[in-house]
């Protein structure tokens, strides 16, 4: 998406920017149903990021990703809740990896019982230098996902799930199981999640009162600019940075009890920097405090382009219900050359899920490459191009309105000297 920069200096495109975004699929929705013969009995549309930490040889690595558009419901796993079983929902993707959502009815109420996710650790795409192999199962039975019978239930916001050493994030769900039909009901239960976010969130059936108005919170001002470098096993800085940073969270508030979006600056000299270098990907992990934000970089060897490929944030405030997980592997920001650093002094917003973006400041990035601990000749973003093409747009403009001013002037003053001479 190299029209990325352009968004924020056509602010009136913004809108139409944030829709094609959800139309491209950047939050890739997948369609499930579990059918018996003729008729469905559960069916799910939904979006599902996928953290998992696994072990390597020399340490744990993180590995995101979100479910891919070739999932597919396993038709032998899964069951409509036939001989005694209940239903289930398998939905498997590339090559032995599996969610499933278990659930049960009381008669009036459905629920998700437990969220089974398998991974397999033998995938080396999904899993590079895993020390495990072969499939690990883990599961979760507090998924809190419940409905009446006979109403879809629907949930926009995003929410984790979490399940052994990993965790899975829910977003734009409708699902509904024991379906009377073979098409999702058109009652909708909303979760507790958008009733509070959404400002168009429809009325439900919930006696709470409107929540009281709170305070938004002091907007934190510019963060400062930081510097942060990777050196490699000798001890050469082979990635460098700079920038100041400005994480865009929504979570749901212990205090407040709803989702609140808070603005939080990076301070620099409170961030612990780590990150390895490789000839295709590198990583910048800044830590800070209960705050881990990871950037992946990517290279291609072919065209030697790189461009930042993956946004990792894991943050466990002292307000969050629970740690928060955010993160996205499938970006496309910062593209640069091979030999050349990235440079944009300009506020860029860097989308990364529905919960969590971030904005930078005055950044200037060099992944591969790096000489001497000096960043390379820079490739400047069209934003900081389009900034310095407005005064110049401006004049010219300006320019051009003090001629027709003139024009009309004398113009005007033709004409009423013809007038004169007629009296
Ligand atoms: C499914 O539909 C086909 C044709 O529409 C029909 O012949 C068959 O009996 C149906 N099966 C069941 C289990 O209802
Ligand atoms: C892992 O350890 C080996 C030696 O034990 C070392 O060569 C390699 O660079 C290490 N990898 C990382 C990512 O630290
Ligand atoms: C890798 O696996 C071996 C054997 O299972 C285990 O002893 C070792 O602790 C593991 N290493 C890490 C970093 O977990
Ligand atoms: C796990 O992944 C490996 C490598 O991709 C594959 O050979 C194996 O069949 C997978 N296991 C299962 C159960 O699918
Ligand atoms: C989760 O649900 C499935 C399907 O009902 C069941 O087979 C499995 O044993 C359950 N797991 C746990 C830990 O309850
Ligand atoms: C079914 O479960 C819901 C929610 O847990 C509860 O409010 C309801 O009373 C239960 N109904 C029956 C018939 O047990
Ligand atoms: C759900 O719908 C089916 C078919 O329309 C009906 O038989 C059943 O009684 C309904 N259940 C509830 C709890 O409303
Ligand atoms: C933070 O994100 C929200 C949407 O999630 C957006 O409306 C808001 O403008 C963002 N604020 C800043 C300062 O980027
Ligand atoms: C939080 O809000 C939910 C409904 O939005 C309510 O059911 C719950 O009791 C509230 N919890 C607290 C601690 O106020
Ligand atoms: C961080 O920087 C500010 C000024 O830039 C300084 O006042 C403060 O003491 C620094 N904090 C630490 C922990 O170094
Ligand atoms: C590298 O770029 C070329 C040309 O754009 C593309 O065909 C190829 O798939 C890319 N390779 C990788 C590994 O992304
Ligand atoms: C998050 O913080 C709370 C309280 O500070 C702590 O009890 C909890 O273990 C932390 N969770 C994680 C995953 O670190």
């Given amino acids: 998406m190299g029209s990325t920069s352009k968004m924020k200096v056509l602010e009136s495109l913004a809108p139409l920017f944030i829709v094609c ?27 599902a990021l996928l953290f998992i930490t696994y072990t390597t040889f020399n340490s744990t690595s ?97 929410t984790t799930i979490r399940a052994g050493g990993a965790a899975v994030t829910f977003s734009a769900m409708r699902l509904e199981a024991y379906m009377p039909g073979n098409d999702l009901s058109p009652a ?66 212990q205090s407040q009890n709803k989702t609140v979006q808070e603005l939080v600056n990076v301070n620099p000299n409170l961030t612990i920097t780590s990150g390895s270098c490789g000839g295709t990907t590198a990583s910048l992990v800044l830590t800070q405090q209960t705050t881990t934000l990871n950037f992946t970089f990517s290279m291609n060897s072919t065209t030697s382009k790189y461009h930042l490929s993956g946004i990792n944030l894991l943050a466990n405030w002292s307000d969050m219900t629970a740690p928060f997980s955010a993160s996205n592997t499938s970006l496309d920001y910062l ?25 930078t400041f005055r950044l200037q990035v060099q992944p591969f490459g790096v000489k001497a601990s000096q960043f390379a000749a820079a490739e400047e973003c069209q934003l900081d191009q389009d900034q310095m093409l407005i005064p110049i747009i401006v004049g010219a403009a300006l320019a051009g309105l003090v001629l027709i001013i003139l024009i009309a002037y004398l113009i005007g003053r033709k004409r009423s000297h013809a007038g004169y001479q007629t009296i």
């Avoid at 975004?21 to 559960?42: M, W």
């Avoid at 440079?343 to 860029?348: A, D, K, S």
Wanted: neutral net charge; aromatic residues 6%; contains cysteine.
């Fill in 335 to 359: 593209r640069s050359t091979l030999g050349r650093s990235y440079m944009c002094n300009t506020e860029q917003t860097l989308l990364v899920a529905p919960a969590f973006s971030l904005n």
């Fill in 62 to 158: 993180n590995v995101s990703t979100s479910l891919p558009d070739s999932t597919s419901v396993d038709a032998a796993s899964s069951s409509c809740g036939a001989a005694g079983r209940p239903p289930w929902l398998v939905a498997v993707f590339r090559s032995g990896h599996a969610l499933g959502l278990s659930f049960a009815t009381n008669g009036s109420f459905y629920s998700v019982t437990n969220l089974t996710l398998q991974y397999n650790l033998s995938d080396t795409s999904l899993f590079p230098q895993s020390n495990g192999s072969g499939i690990v199962t883990v599961v979760s039975s507090s998924v809190g996902i419940w409905a009446p019978l006979n109403i879809t239930y629907r949930c926009a916001s995003p």
């Fill in 188 to 253: 909708e239960s909303v979760c507790a999640a958008d009733q509070t976010t959404t400002t168009t969130a429809p009325p439900t059936p919930t006696t709470t009162a409107a929540p009281a108005p709170t305070p938004a919170p002091t907007p934190p001002g510019a963060p400062k600019t930081g510097v942060f470098s990777v050196t490699n096993s000798s001890g050469t800085v082979c990635l460098l940075a700079k920038m100041g940073l400005q994480l865009n969270v929504s979570y749901v508030s």
């Fill in 21 to 47: 975004l959800g139309i491209l699929g950047c939050t890739r929705a997948v369609s499930l149903e579990v059918k018996e013969g003729n008729s469905t009995c559960i069916k799910a549309d939904l979006s």
